[in-house]
């Protein structure tokens, strides 16, 4: 079986630890864990599957080790691969840009041309406007995650989250739920 690669960006641990829950879920020896600030375009090459994970910073920025990487992942080749994207953010301090930068990460890797999986219901939240979300705005590009105001839901988002993208990924290890 084909691994997944996992990438993510974090500054102060939040979107790391995710990363990490979602490893424990979807099993150690398929997901591989990356830091994006550690890794250069030649390692997506080693993954078919790929989960992004990347946090919105204050009024809609992009966390500053993907800043660091944006012209690099715009250049990377996508074709043929599936990637299921996540995304943290806080919704009641900056309702206007609630996952702003998982929607610009989206749209620069479907540019490139990436299979997306893993949309995910708006249901449960409130914020007033996203760039992740698709046109109908009733499903956001990939996982929502609060853990400043819903800690408390994270656990169930990624239990249904990780069940959701194995069965889209085709993998047949089965699937950790944890409470966490």
Request: aromatic fraction near 12%; charged fraction near 25%.
């Amino acid at each position: 079986m084909s691994k997944i690669g996992l990438f993510f960006g974090s500054d102060e641990g939040n979107t790391e630890g995710v990363s990490y829950r979602i490893q424990q879920r979807l099993g150690e020896d398929v997901v591989d864990v990356m830091d994006i600030a550690d890794v250069t375009q030649l390692d997506f090459a080693n993954y078919d599957k790929i989960i992004l994970g990347i946090p919105t910073w204050d009024f809609g920025q992009i966390q500053s080790d993907w800043e660091e990487f944006w012209d690099d992942v715009s250049e990377i080749d996508f074709t043929g691969k599936t990637i299921a994207l996540f995304g943290l953010g806080d919704q009641f301090g900056y309702g206007d840009y609630f996952l702003d930068a998982m929607g610009m990460l989206h749209d620069v890797i479907v540019e490139q041309g990436a299979t997306i999986i893993g949309y995910w219901s708006t249901d449960g939240y409130d914020f007033d406007a996203s760039k992740a979300l698709i046109e109908d705005k009733n499903l956001f590009m990939g996982l929502a995650i609060d853990e400043d105001q819903q800690e408390e839901m994270t656990a169930d988002r990624l239990n249904r989250w990780c069940e959701q993208i194995h069965a889209e990924f085709g993998l047949t290890t089965p699937v950790q739920s944890l409470e966490d």
